[in-house]
């Protein structure tokens, strides 16, 4: 079993940055993929960004490539999103999520275990 608690998601002008944090307990934190998804009203959950086991690959979606950054931090079974550049279109709840395969899926659900969500909503 793996808990997520994610934090840093605010109200923030666009063009703005962010930084999301996903703590994580449990289970080892380096035998999971990780992910940020994100769902706005009305609309479905999708990925944002995923980083592999020991950090070495990482995806984005083409909505965010060149102004997101995922990273992690096995010791401190962290990981990371960094949001510049922000847009009004980057408004959304924003998930943490882990995957036990060898792959970072693009589909929600794949994933294995999910955070509670953070906002971020940016203001044009």
């Known amino acids: 079993q793996v808990q997520l608690v994610e934090s840093g998601g605010g109200l923030v002008q666009a063009g703005g940055s962010l930084r999301l944090s996903c703590a994580a307990s449990?289970?080892?934190?380096?035998?999971?993929?990780m992910g940020w998804f994100r769902q706005a009203p009305g609309k479905e959950r999708e990925f944002a960004a995923g980083?592999?086991?020991?950090?070495?690959?990482?995806y984005y979606a083409d909505s965010v490539k060149g102004r997101f950054t995922i990273s992690r931090d096995n010791a401190k079974k962290t990981v990371y999103l960094q949001m510049n550049s922000l847009k009004p279109e980057d408004t959304a709840v924003y998930y943490c999520?882990?995957?036990?395969?060898?792959?970072?899926?693009?589909?929600?659900?794949?994933?294995?275990?999910w955070g509670q969500g953070t906002q971020v909503t940016v203001s044009s």
């Open positions: 449990g289970r080892t934190f380096s035998s999971y993929a």
């Open positions: 980083i592999s086991r020991g950090g070495g690959s990482t």
């Open positions: 999520a882990a995957d036990s395969g060898i792959v970072v899926p693009r589909t929600p659900k794949t994933w294995d275990y």
